[in-house]
């Protein structure tokens, strides 16, 4: 195995880190906005009025997508087990 090819699963790796959290990340983002203004334009600033409606995006968005992520998973690791006997060989 030369360097070359470490960081090609190194980099293939860090590219589905980012596509699987990215949909759970950009929703709680932007719920967090959300939540912020209304909480700057209405001047309540409770803690659970910010906690809970990222929860429930974060569920919301693991029950819509969790299916692809866990797909995608199990696809890179089947990809990188199985190239383990022609890297070492």
Do not use: C, N
């Not at 699963?9 to 209304?38: D, N, W």
């Not at 659970?48 to 199990?74: C, E, I, N, Q, R």
Request: proline share 4%.
């Amino acid at each position: 195995m030369d360097a070359q090819q470490v960081f090609t699963f190194g980099q293939q790796g860090l590219y589905l880190l980012l596509m699987v959290a990215a949909p759970i990340l950009l929703t709680v983002l932007g719920v967090g906005l959300l939540v912020s203004v209304f909480q700057a334009a209405t001047q309540i600033h409770e803690a659970t009025l910010s906690f809970v409606p990222k929860v429930v995006a974060a569920v919301a968005v693991l029950a819509v997508s969790g299916p692809w992520m866990l797909t995608t998973l199990v696809e890179y690791l089947q990809r990188t087990l199985l190239a383990i006997p022609s890297v070492v060989g």
